[in-house]
């Protein structure tokens, strides 16, 4: 393939070490899920970067490689998975317990998945208060438990012979959180580690120890987490690429593809009311209202963005928009989210639309974990720095650098994501024009 003389990828050779603060149900499955992948037992159903193809040139060109054959991916067969929790189980252990995978299909991977144990985890209690631990660190501050993170990791480097590493967020959703003084520079927020300041969240703490040992970080959860100035210009610094957050899954995976139709026919809307149940343990901390308000915030934000009510006043300015989770244990990881969208047509009359979306959390969220371990890896090897917009695709509330607004429109994402890549390969962007096939 041609390459940008602009942008140099170094090769992916080598073992790709995987870090997730977290081993419950996101982790064991994308891990079980990897290792069924590896042996032939499954297919990577979900992931852009294993099964999706890029158009190249012009329709009548006919070149449609597969991504990974277009880019230079790590494989699949490279990656090597560690993490954290506050609890000691292996992910074996938690992959029974999270119950989002049969127990056949864990029996036939149980060899690497017994050899995944988290090591102990950086916990606050005041940040996740609706999940309490014993694996969990000690330290006379929060920069010596920083310090401890990044002895995990070159540890891990080590022992999992890993010659590049990626640390993606899968822990809870911690309480909701603006960004104080303390975010505001590098000298700031290590000022405040050394504090051991209340303003700083366990998350942010694992997000300084992975970008201080130059590792890319991507968070899933909506967690403040690295959208705060001191660990952006932290990233850049040194080199390392940031993305986030929150993991598009369920309801908001839906919402970014029915938004965008109903705006693109130009129909009204005037509410929007969605509901879930679950039972896993993400839906024991979200009972929690404080953790909740985090959550609700990264939901509410999609609508608005992608419908621009203050370009639309009279098809979308004001609408209800209402988001309830309900903790419901006998669920499990199984989510349901029922919608109900009222919208209004020719000369205003009233529609509705009625979505009931019986989803697995887990089983959407591991494939989303996959892919950006494999495009954070690729940009770092294509020295590119700082915040990843290219990737909001994966994300209900994408990061931005500060001046712009967040694209939420998931078709708007794919052609970012894609022509990302195409640039850097030195391909032409496609714009979808197609006045050439005419002239």
């Given amino acids: 393939m041609p390459q940008n003389d602009n942008v140099k990828i170094a090769p992916a050779t080598g073992k790709l070490g995987v870090l997730t603060p977290g081993v419950g149900a996101v982790t064991t499955t994308f891990v079980a899920g990897l290792e069924a992948i590896k042996r032939g037992l499954g297919q990577p159903v ?4 294993q099964l999706a193809t890029i158009r190249l040139g012009k329709r009548t060109d006919g070149r449609t490689p597969l991504v990974k054959d277009f880019v230079p991916l790590a494989e699949v067969n490279d990656l090597v998975c560690g993490g954290w929790d506050v609890f000691p189980d292996t992910a074996y252990e938690a992959a029974l317990k999270a119950g989002v995978l049969e127990r056949t299909l864990l029996d036939e991977v149980q ?13 606050d209690p005041a940040y996740v208060r609706r999940l309490d631990g014993p694996h969990v ?4 501050s929060k920069m010596e438990l920083a310090e401890a993170l990044v002895a995990d990791i070159e540890s891990f480097r080590r022992s999992s012979g890993a010659s590049r590493l990626v640390m993606v967020w899968c822990g809870s959703t911690e309480v909701f959180q ?55 210009e932290m990233a850049r610094e040194r080199d390392v690429p940031i993305a986030g957050k929150d993991f598009k899954t369920g309801q908001t995976f839906l919402k970014t593809l029915i ?31 404080a953790s909740f308000k985090t959550k609700e915030e990264s939901k509410l934000s999609v609508l608005e963005h992608i419908l621009q009510p203050q370009l639309y ?9 209402i988001v309830r989770i309900n903790y419901y244990p006998p669920r499990g990881d199984a989510k349901e989210g029922w919608d109900n969208i009222d919208i209004f047509g020719w000369l205003g009359y009233p529609m509705q639309i009625k979505v009931d979306f019986l989803c697995r959390d887990s089983i959407l969220a591991a494939p989303i974990v996959l892919d950006l371990v ?14 990843q917009e290219w990737l909001s695709f994966y994300f ?35 714009t979808h024009l197609g006045l050439e096939y005419y002239d």
């Fill in 46 to 49: 979900g992931s852009l970067t």
């Fill in 111 to 123: 060899e690497p998945l017994k050899a995944l144990r988290p090591m102990p985890a950086v916990f």
């Fill in 137 to 140: 660190k000690k330290g006379a």
């Fill in 178 to 232: 603006r960004p104080a003084a303390v975010h505001q520079t590098v000298e700031d927020f290590e000022a405040g580690l050394a504090a051991s300041s209340q303003d700083i969240a366990p998350s942010q703490i694992y997000a300084y120890a992975a970008l201080r040992c130059g590792v890319p970080f991507a968070n899933g959860a909506p967690n403040l987490t690295v959208d705060i100035p001191a660990l952006q």
């Fill in 259 to 289: 938004a965008p139709g109903l705006k693109a026919r130009m129909l009204g809307l005037t509410g929007w009311f969605s509901t879930n149940i679950l039972g896993n343990r993400d839906g024991e901390v979200l009972d929690d209202p």
């Fill in 313 to 321: 006043p009279s098809l979308y300015e004001d609408f209800h928009h």
């Fill in 374 to 387: 494999l495009f954070l890896d690729l940009a770092q090897r294509a020295g590119m720095r700082g915040i």
């Fill in 396 to 430: 209900k509330s994408p990061m931005t650098a500060p001046e712009l607004y967040p694209e939420h429109d998931i078709f708007i994402q794919l052609m970012k994501l894609k022509n990302t890549l195409r640039w850097m390969r030195g391909e032409d962007l496609i």
